[in-house]
Antibody
Framework: QAQLVESGGGVVQPGGSLRLSCAPS????????MHWVRQAPGRGPQWVAF????????YYADSVKGRFTVSRDNSKNTLYLQMNSLRDEDTAVYFC?????????????WGQGTLVTVSS | EIVMTQSPATLSVSPGERATLSCKAS??????LVWYQQKRGQAPRLLIY???TRATGIPARFSGSGSGTEFTLTISSLQSEDFAVYYC?????????FGQGTKLEIK
């Protein structure tokens, strides 16, 4: 059974940086595209970024483009999200999520999430 | 960006009754629509993909329908564990976008 565990969240000042990690288990990580999705307190989820199984294709939400970078190390079985120039509005729980066998378009399963708080 | 609009924001239903949740897209997404369930303090869980296909392990009381711009999630006989927030999401175009959610509460 596929499982995902995020880490690296915390409190950071506006303009600061943070790197999130996601550790998968129960499936062949190198065969699947992966997503980052975030959810601000009391709000619905917002898709953040996608990376293809081999890292060859990446997509970003406009709100994070140029500030966030998604990457993966298949040899270390780890997904990353480097977040720079953080803003108050980036405060959210960040989830990593696996794509399906047949589509990049949905998230199954999701990890438990890691909280990022941007505050001075 | 495709805007997804869910209604109602809150739905009050008694256990054992049927619940019908709506999701509308600002432009056609064909059948590229999924539904998630989220309970308090948990990550969302996939219920339906391709507008009408139940994900693995999802009970038959959950059903999805629709195509184009209008979609429906129906829960045929509500169980206590079904009271949660439900989100739709389109995957026809990047960026992938979610509705704002429908909270299903006990009447």
């Amino acid at each position: 059974q596929a499982q995902l565990v995020e880490s690296g969240g915390g409190v950071v000042q506006p303009g600061g940086s943070l790197r999130l990690s996601c550790a998968p288990s129960g499936f062949s990580f190198s065969s699947y595209g992966m997503h980052w999705v975030r959810q601000a307190p009391g709000r619905g989820p917002q898709w953040v970024a996608f990376i293809r199984h081999d890292g060859g294709t990446k997509y970003y939400a406009d709100s994070v483009k140029g500030r966030f970078t998604v990457s993966r190390d298949n040899s270390k079985n780890t997904l990353y999200l480097q977040m720079n120039s953080l803003r108050d509005e980036d405060t959210a729980v960040y989830f990593c999520a696996k794509t399906s066998d047949s589509s990049w378009g949905w998230f199954d399963p999701w990890g438990q999430g890691t909280l990022v708080t941007v505050s001075s | 960006e495709i805007v997804m609009t869910q209604s109602p924001a809150t739905l009050s239903v008694s256990p054992g009754e049927r619940a019908t949740l709506s999701c509308k897209a600002s432009q056609s997404v064909s059948s590229k629509l999924v539904w998630y369930q989220q309970k308090r303090g948990q990550a969302p869980r996939l219920l339906i993909y391709g507008a009408s296909t139940r994900a693995t392990g999802i009970p038959a009381r959950f059903s999805g329908s629709g195509s184009g711009t209008e979609f429906t999630l129906t829960i045929s006989s509500l169980q206590s564990e079904d009271f949660a927030v439900y989100y739709c999401q389109q995957y026809d175009n990047w960026p992938l976008t979610f509705g704002q959610g429908t909270k299903l509460e006990i009447k």
